[in-house]
């Protein structure tokens, strides 16, 4: 999709980190009472990845950032959003990033009408929460030669590659053909690299 950000178009690039994708947040859930036409809800506390919600008794990973960052009281303040992130660290990539133990970074927060939120806003209740946010590259109109920084070193370890950037507009914004409008770029060292590891 090479022209979906037009030229002048405000952009956000962000570093994409190798990791593991999390996501939690409070969700609204149906309760159904006996005997009464209504639904009525509440809110309970979901932790999962991409594809996966993790179970109570789980010590996955995931279970361990949220009980170790106390997400789910942090969290209380936003019922209804959720807040995506990536894992990185030791054990989690070949790329650790210098962490002995696993660290999140988040980068989106989806709001209760099931619309991401745009850059400011979801930076924002990040920031508000006292949670680290992905490494902002830049933040500047787009201009195709802003590809080239998809290469070097990661901002967050200087003597590991980056694996490539995030480009998305600081307006959330939807394209006809792609969706969210929302890129990734891969560096080509990243790609070359040996005994790299992919794991979900």
């Not at 609204?28 to 006996?34: G, R």
């Not at 209504?38 to 950032?65: A, C, M, P, W």
């Not at 303040?77 to 959720?82: A, K, L, Q, V």
Request: proline share 5%; charged share 30%; hydrophobic share 35%.
């Amino acid at each position: 999709f090479p022209d979906v950000f037009k030229e002048g178009e405000e952009v956000v690039i962000t570093e994409k980190l190798h990791g593991t994708n999390f996501r939690c947040g409070w969700v609204k859930v149906p309760i159904k009472i006996p005997f009464l036409p209504t639904i009525r809800y509440k809110y309970e506390f979901y932790v999962g990845s991409h594809r996966t919600v993790k179970g109570q008794l789980d010590n996955s990973v995931y279970k361990q950032i949220a009980k170790r960052y106390n997400l789910e009281n942090l969290f209380k303040r936003y019922p209804g959003y959720i807040f995506y992130g990536e894992i990185v660290g030791k054990n989690i990539q070949d790329l650790d990033y210098g962490f002995n133990e696993p660290e999140v970074f988040f980068y989106d927060v989806m709001g209760p009408d099931l619309k991401y939120l745009s850059f400011d806003d979801s930076l924002g209740m990040i920031m508000d929460c006292g949670l680290n946010y992905v490494p902002i590259l830049h933040q500047l109109e787009w201009d195709v030669n802003v590809k080239k920084i998809r290469n070097g070193c990661s901002f967050l370890a200087p003597n590991q590659i980056r694996e490539g950037i995030v480009i998305k507009p600081k307006i959330e914004t939807y394209d006809h053909r792609l969706g969210r409008k929302i890129l990734k770029l891969i560096g080509d060292e990243y790609l070359l690299r040996k005994n790299g590891t992919e794991f979900k």
